[in-house]
């Protein structure tokens, strides 16, 4: 909200010397977040001139310009200051005579634009004349500005900054969402009151006679649809200004403001319209009264109807958007925007002003539902003053009939009133001191809630009774004990609520599975990984190629509103998202990747319906029944861990070739998971559709599938616009987590040394060495302390179909040195256990 001072100062008392700054620490005070400070950008000497005569050239690029001899200072001058000046300029709109507004040389205007003397057609024009748009009041550039058009008559010479009031600055501050009454300029004094005692005027403290409902004009609420069982419109008036003249121009002082307060001004009739809504915070709206068919009827939607607003678009409506409709349909957006067919111009002679309340969810989502938010759709979802709405329609008649000519018909309105109260709240005795923390007085309570409006009935007649509190009808917000305490904590300053911090409760820190995810990611950052959180967001060709072994399609979570319209489905793997992350690396030439990613997955199950048809009332807890209908509609999400490499894992260096990344990177990946998780892990080849057949695997902890390794297709890599290879991983992180169990035990250290043999066994070649190694572990016993596959042969010397496993088996005793007979016969126990399995036979 942006707030110019010299509108501040009509209702309350800010000081001559107030800076904005100063202005900006007292509402900081009282809650207000300081944003910025606004001003007109330029300087002096801007002065008022008068045209004394000019001659009409013609130039050969068939513009005409006037060169203008302009008395600029009383008196006769000095050479370095003369009074009358020789100025051109290209406009013709003004006659000799007339007083304009001169930018002398040292002037600077927005932009900025310095002036200076310069030669230009022929001659040396010492100055400028200036237009609006020139000054910065507004946006018409027609024509030179003529204050006997906006009703100035100031001496030659005088101050025309000043005069203008183009020396006004404004205050911006962020409005918090539950504050709305702030969105004006009365809110803003009120609160300035607050904060510095400043005696506060109240603009919609004015004696207007009372309308009766329906008195010449017909006026219908008819909502068969209310959202939330509240009526759209509680509040309803209608005015009529006949005779309006729209050409008569805004007077400089209520454009200065408007321009300050970030508002374009459109003319006299629409600019009345939002000075009063800055002013008093109510949105009003006007309409070309002979474009009107019949009385108004305020309703909703019916299917298929249209409306062109006032941007010029044509809009299907929703059956929850709140109308303003006459006998011809649809005439406006209630609350939001108005429609073209009613729209005040320049040929409007009768205006008829609406001021209303309207109900602040539906303004909201029909604003959202448009994607047309507007300065008085964000002051009505808000909530309006209900006792606003009359007083803020005469005022934007006494405006137009002041500053538009026009005549008030005191004959003819129309107003609904509902009569609105506001429920009193039961503020216990005690209740403020020990919810905020200080020892306030029953007398400092009850003078900061008077002093917000608040009505306090039986305020101190019994020490021990609470007081019933009645909010002002411009505090919505204000519905609770504990929204009055707060009030009072910042009416008597914030800075009186001690800093105190709470004794935290005793705790079991982190949980088992906490304290594993977090050893996870550190081992991967330390081997080199880095992490690179992503959107969980992909399209459903993506999730059925990466969420699957076999690439078939599989259900996903569609989102009902997603970010992006090509990714609409939320993961059902983290690879599609690395494989984005590293696109954008590579196209920005860090084309050398290890990357990682920890996050959930969403995996619905076939023919389930997930999400709720309803919202559980929210001021109590939900049953058991609730929550067990809130977590069905929720779909399993595991959290996984995802690892990719592409490019070199060694890059080139002196002495050194280039190594690129394959396939036993990312299986040491794999086990440094396994190793911070606490679990033993086997590879075992397998196929799946995005990846290279024989070089994809599963990774398996006992006979549990916990995740898969391998290396992308080309073709997929391609489509990823990755070049060269691209090795993924990707495991079920809460699975190898449960696996692991609750401690990891470490083993006990032998201090007798290791007897080491190797093995080589053929077997057909479809059996899996890890397969093989466990037979060699089962069958070796306690005496084996590691098995390490250390070749796959195939070739001449065995017989076709079959390969040669070489394991390096390490033995040791927990008690003694053992003989190389144990550790043979250790190793011919788990041979026989492989030979039973595979037909595994020792290669000769």
């Given at each position: 909200m942006r707030v110019p001072l010299s509108w501040l100062r009509e209702f309350v008392e800010v000081p001559a010397e107030a800076t904005p700054e100063d202005v900006l620490a007292a509402l900081v005070s009282v809650g207000f977040e300081e944003e910025d400070v606004h001003r007109f950008e330029l300087s002096g000497p801007i002065v008022v001139g008068e045209v004394l005569e000019f001659v009409e050239e013609p130039q050969s690029n068939g513009k005409t310009i006037r060169w203008c001899r302009v008395r600029v200072a009383e008196g006769e001058g000095t050479d370095d200051a003369p009074a009358v000046r020789g100025i051109v300029c290209g406009a013709s709109n003004f006659f000799a005579g007339d007083k304009v507004v001169v930018t002398l040389p040292g002037a600077v205007l927005p932009g900025?634009?310095?002036?200076?003397?310069?030669?230009?057609?022929?001659?040396?024009?010492?100055?400028?004349?200036?237009?609006?748009?020139?000054?910065?009041?507004?946006?018409?550039?027609?024509?030179?500005?003529?204050?006997?058009?906006?009703?100035?008559?100031?001496?030659?010479?005088?101050?025309?900054?000043?005069?203008?009031?183009?020396?006004?600055?404004?205050?911006?501050?962020?409005?918090?969402?539950?504050?709305?009454?702030?969105?004006?300029?009365?809110?803003?004094?009120?609160?300035?009151?607050?904060?510095?005692?400043?005696?506060?005027?109240?603009?919609?403290?004015?004696?207007?006679?009372?309308?009766?409902?329906?008195?010449?004009?017909?006026?219908?609420?008819?909502?068969?649809?209310?959202?939330?069982?509240?009526?759209?419109?509680?509040?309803?008036?209608?005015?009529?200004?006949?005779?309006?003249?729209?050409?008569?121009?805004?007077?400089?002082?209520?454009?200065?403001?408007?321009?300050?307060?970030?508002?374009?001004?459109?003319?006299?009739?629409?600019?009345?319209?939002?000075?009063?809504?800055?002013?008093?915070?109510?949105?009003?709206?006007?309409?070309?009264?002979?474009?009107?068919?019949?009385?108004?009827?305020?309703?909703?939607?019916?299917?298929?109807?249209?409306?062109?607003?006032?941007?010029?678009q044509r809009r299907t409506l929703d059956a929850e958007d709140l109308l303003i409709t006459d006998e011809s349909g649809p005439i406006g957006l209630a609350g939001v925007m108005g429609g073209a067919t009613t729209e005040m111009g320049p040929a409007t002679r009768t205006v008829l002003i609406e001021a209303a309340r309207f109900d602040p969810v539906s303004i909201a989502r029909t604003a959202r539902r448009h994607k047309l938010p507007s300065e008085a759709s964000r002051r009505f979802e808000r909530g309006v003053d209900p006792a606003l709405p009359f007083v803020a329609a005469r005022r934007v008649a006494d405006l137009m009939v002041e500053l538009a000519g026009g005549t008030l018909d005191t004959s003819f309105g129309g107003a609904l009133r509902s009569g609105h109260e506001q429920a009193a709240i039961e503020l216990p005795r005690g209740f403020v001191s020990g919810l905020i923390g200080v020892d306030y007085t029953p007398d400092q309570i009850v003078e900061a809630l008077r002093l917000i409006g608040c009505d306090i009935q039986d305020a101190g007649t019994d020490p021990t009774a609470p007081w019933l509190v009645f909010p002002p009808s411009w505090r919505p917000d204000l519905t609770d004990r504990w929204t009055l305490a707060e009030e009072v904590a910042r009416i008597h300053g914030l800075d009186e609520v001690p800093s105190v911090l709470p004794t935290p409760p005793s705790g079991r820190g982190l949980t088992t599975a906490q304290r594993?995810?977090?050893?996870?990611?550190?081992?991967?950052?330390?081997?080199?990984?880095?992490?690179?959180?992503?959107?969980?967001?992909?399209?459903?060709?993506?999730?059925?190629?990466?969420?699957?072994?076999?690439?078939?399609?599989?259900?996903?979570?569609?989102?009902?509103?997603?970010?992006?319209?090509?990714?609409?489905?939320?993961?059902?793997?983290?690879?599609?998202?690395?494989?984005?992350?590293?696109?954008?690396?590579?196209?920005r030439g860090l084309v050398d990747l290890a990357l990682f990613e920890t996050g959930v997955v969403f995996l619905p199950a076939a023919g389930v319906e997930y999400g709720t048809p309803f919202v559980p009332p929210l001021g109590i807890r939900p049953d058991a029944a609730t929550l067990a209908g809130l977590d069905a509609s929720i779909p399993s999400q595991p959290r996984h861990v995802a690892v990719l490499l592409t490019g070199a894992r060694v890059a080139k260096q002196p002495g050194q070739s280039a190594e690129t990344a394959d396939l036993a990177d990312v299986i040491d990946a794999v086990r440094t998971v396994a190793s911070a998780a606490g679990v033993d892990v086997t590879i075992v080849q397998t196929r799946r559709a995005a990846l290279h057949p024989g070089r994809a695997g599963d990774v398996r902890i006992g006979d549990v599938t916990v995740g898969y390794v391998g290396e992308l297709l080309p073709a997929v890599a391609a489509d990823a616009d990755l070049p060269g290879r691209v090795i993924v991983a990707e495991l079920d992180l809460d699975l190898v987590i449960s696996l692991a169990g609750e401690r990891v035990v470490a083993a006990s250290l032998s201090g007798f040394p290791a007897a080491t043999q190797d093995v080589s066994l053929v077997v057909p070649e479809a059996i899996p060495a890890a397969d093989v190694e466990a037979a060699l572990v089962s069958g070796a016993g306690d005496l084996l302390e590691a098995a390490r596959l250390v070749d796959d042969y195939r070739g001449p010397g065995i017989e076709p179909g079959t390969k040669s496993l070489t394991y390096a088996l390490r033995f040791r005793a927990a008690d003694r040195t053992l003989t190389a007979a144990e550790a043979t016969e250790a190793k011919l126990a788990g041979v026989a256990v492989a030979a039973e399995r595979f037909e595994a036979r020792i290669r000769e």
């Open positions: 900025p634009f310095p002036i200076a003397a310069r030669k230009t057609y022929g001659h040396v024009s010492d100055g400028m004349i200036a237009s609006a748009k020139e000054l910065g009041l507004g946006q018409d550039h027609s024509g030179i500005l003529r204050l006997v058009e906006l009703g100035i008559d100031a001496p030659v010479g005088s101050d025309a900054i000043a005069l203008l009031g183009l020396d006004d600055e404004a205050v911006e501050i962020n409005v918090t969402p539950d504050r709305g009454y702030a969105l004006s300029i009365r809110g803003v004094a009120r609160e300035y009151s607050h904060a510095t005692g400043a005696s506060f005027r109240d603009p919609a403290e004015r004696p207007w006679e009372d309308v009766d409902p329906g008195e010449g004009f017909s006026i219908v609420v008819d909502d068969a649809n209310p959202i939330r069982g509240q009526i759209g419109a509680s509040e309803f008036v209608a005015r009529l200004v006949r005779d309006v003249d729209a050409s008569k121009p805004t007077p400089p002082w209520m454009i200065t403001r408007l321009t300050l307060a970030g508002v374009r001004p459109l003319g006299i009739l629409i600019d009345i319209t939002n000075y009063v809504m800055l002013e008093l915070g109510n949105p009003i709206h006007g309409y070309d009264y002979d474009t009107l068919q019949g009385g108004i009827t305020v309703r909703r939607a019916h299917a298929g109807e249209t409306l062109e607003t006032l941007d010029g594993a995810r977090r050893r996870v990611s550190n081992a991967l950052a330390a081997a080199g990984y880095v992490e690179t959180p992503s959107f969980p967001f992909a399209t459903a060709e993506a999730n059925d190629l990466h969420g699957s072994a076999d690439g078939g399609h599989l259900p996903s979570i569609k989102l009902a509103n997603p970010l992006d319209g090509q990714s609409p489905y939320l993961r059902r793997s983290l690879v599609p998202g690395l494989l984005q992350v590293a696109h954008r690396n590579v196209s």
